[in-house]
């Protein structure tokens, strides 16, 4: 099986920068596409953003494009959501999930994380 342990998420000041990161172990990390999701209180889960499993591919959602860049390092079996000028809305439970096919819909990805806290004060 996979697990996936997100880190990094806490309270920051908006304009301020955030780097979730996610571990994962079980199955081959390489062959494996990677994701964010996020879910504000009283909020659907919603995709944010997607890496290939060469890192030469990504995806975002339109709210955070040019603000936040995922990453992998697969020799670490980590990837990373970097959040930059970060904004009020931006509050939610963030989650890493992994699935074989890029996908951006929450029933398209198989492994989830147990989710990470961003909280971004005004």
């Known amino acids: 099986q996979v697990q996936l342990v997100e880190s990094g998420g806490g309270l920051v000041q908006a304009g301020g920068s955030l780097r979730l990161s996610c571990a994962r172990s079980g199955r081959t990390f390489s062959s494996t596409v990677m994701g964010w999701f996020r879910q504000a209180p009283g909020k659907e889960r919603e995709f944010v953003a997607a890496i290939s499993w060469s890192g030469q591919s990504t995806y975002y959602a339109d709210s955070v494009k040019g603000r936040f860049t995922i990453s992998r390092d697969n020799a670490k079996n980590t990837v990373y959501l970097q959040m930059n000028n970060l904004k009020p809305q931006d509050t939610a439970v963030y989650y890493c999930?992994?699935?074989?096919?890029?996908?951006?819909?929450?029933?398209?990805?198989?492994?989830w994380g147990q989710g990470t806290q961003v909280t971004v004060s005004s």
């Open positions: 999930a992994a699935d074989k096919r890029v996908g951006f819909e929450v029933n398209e990805y198989d492994y």
